[in-house]
Each structure stands twice: as C-alpha cells, then as structure tokens.
C-alpha cells in the first residue's frame, strides 16, 4: 500500500457568521469585525477527500484509513496554514511525528 503522509495542522480562518442575536437598529451598526478562527486537525491531500477551492480538514483518521468530521474553508477565507506534526500510516497504525523547533 502507497505511504500517505498526512500533515496535522492549524488553520486560522475568517468564518461568516451572524451579527447579531435578534432584533437590532438598521442605522447602527453592532458588528465591525471578522471573526477569526483557529481549528486543528489533519490536512486532506489532493484525491483523499479534499474539496476543490478549499482547504480541508479532518478531525480524525483510524488505523483502518478512515476520516471523520471533515471541514471545508474556502481558500478565500483562509489567513494561514501552520505545520504542527506530520502523520504517516506505519505498520497498519497511524504515527504522528511532532516537529521539532
């Protein structure tokens, strides 16, 4: 079987989001910011359930190759991609080797 590294990382976003909670003045503007945020988790290569225009990550991955509660961000939106570890399917387990600084 193909070696698949798999990279674990953060990825801070700009999330569309509602800006307020009810009711609120049509003159008076109450939300004057992005909502910024930071998820962590396996970055999806290219053919392995990555959505094209989108950065995409899984939340979690099995020994078996399987991945669950994927999250597409439109590239768009995206500030920044961190390498945290690299994973990689070793002896039918998946290892992740930290990075070191």
Not at 24 to 31: G, I, L, S, Y
Not at 43 to 52: C, D, N, Q, V, Y
Not at 75 to 81: A, D, F, P, R
Request: charged share 25%; aromatic share 6%; no cysteine.
């Amino acid at each position: 079987m193909k070696t698949t590294t798999i990279e674990l990382v953060a990825l801070v976003w700009k999330d569309a989001h509602a800006a307020n909670e009810g009711w609120a003045w049509f003159d008076v503007p109450n939300d004057d910011g992005d909502l910024i945020v930071t998820s962590v988790g396996l970055l999806l290569p290219k053919g392995h359930g990555r959505k094209r225009g989108h950065i995409s990550i899984a939340q979690s991955v099995t020994d078996h190759r399987a991945i669950d509660s994927i999250l597409h961000v439109p590239k768009g939106m995206v500030i920044s991609v961190t390498r945290l570890a690299e994973g990689r399917f070793q002896d039918g387990r998946f290892v992740l080797v930290t990075q070191r600084d």
